[in-house]
């Protein structure tokens, strides 16, 4: 069976169009309007959906996310509760590739067989773990092979050539290109040296390349559609959740998701070298 990540990401290739990829804290207001959060962000028009996994030291992070994952942590939500989560998305939505993202040491708390198995078994399609260099993914990729998980490396401005080719050879589903070499956050406008670093990830790989950190606007969103393949929102979604108030989040994140297209031209499709594979 394919990865939904695969068939997804070879759809919106094909269709000239970025892919949208938001990301959410589990358990932020609360566990059960993430969950409806995470469906109604489907339901607008997301491609991909990110679920993070709150963690006490999210050192990638912004103020926006380690809030929203700080109030997470108080309600007690673990990677047992963000399955539980995965499980009530996935029983609406059994199409749309769904991914955890957050930092090694729950997964490892929670053994890393186990963490594979209980992902898969819940619906997911693959990790992005912030804080795993590739040179010690072993252990966690094999667990993910075994259960047909993709294992998504992200890679800076600062990374090395050596490190991008590294990482990409390795690589499962596509590879998150970190914008900036700093923390999440949204920002006022797309840093330059992006387009350079999509420009040396393509040298290494044929697998779609998806931006974040700092993508918040529509007008974000059409700049990189020029050069990559997608884009991941984060800090722009919890600020969106957090102001509109639990009662009224699912129906402004569902605005916001709807928005995030609204000034993307439609390209040409141009399948990358190597061709489109699934």
């Not at 969106?240 to 928005?259: C, L, N, Q, R, W």
């Amino acid at each position: 069976m394919s990865n939904r990540i695969d068939v997804k990401l070879a759809e919106t290739r094909a269709a000239g169009a970025p892919a949208i990829a938001p990301f959410l804290t589990v358990g932020f207001p609360d566990v059960e309007t993430s969950a409806r959060i995470g469906t109604a962000a489907l339901e607008a028009g997301a491609d991909l959906l990110e679920l993070g996994i709150p963690f006490s030291d999210p050192l990638a992070e912004g103020p926006t996310i380690q809030k929203s994952s700080f109030h997470a942590l108080r309600q007690g939500v673990n990677f047992g509760v963000c399955l539980q989560a995965m499980r009530q998305i996935r029983r609406r939505n059994d199409n749309a590739p769904l991914l955890f993202m957050g930092y090694y040491n729950p997964l490892l708390r929670y053994g890393l067989e186990s963490a594979a198995a209980d992902a898969a078994e819940a619906g997911c399609d693959g990790l992005i773990v912030a804080d795993l260099p590739v040179e010690e993914s072993g252990p966690l990729a094999e667990q993910c092979v075994r259960r047909g998980l993709h294992l998504v490396p992200m890679l800076a401005p600062t990374s090395a050539d050596e490190r991008i080719s590294q990482a990409c050879e390795h690589a499962g589903g596509f590879i998150y290109c970190v914008s900036v070499a700093g923390v999440t956050g949204a920002r006022d406008s797309v840093h330059g040296n992006v387009r350079d670093l999509v420009a040396r990830i393509r040298r290494h790989t044929s697998l779609p390349v998806l931006v974040g950190f700092g993508i918040s606007r529509p007008e974000h969103v059409a700049e990189v559609a020029a050069f990559a393949d997608g884009v991941a929102v984060g800090s722009a979604l919890i600020d969106t959740i957090e102001s509109a108030g639990k009662d009224e989040a699912v129906e402004a994140v569902s605005e916001f998701v709807a928005g995030l297209r609204a000034e993307v031209p439609r390209r040409t499709p141009k399948a990358p070298k190597g061709g489109i594979s699934l």
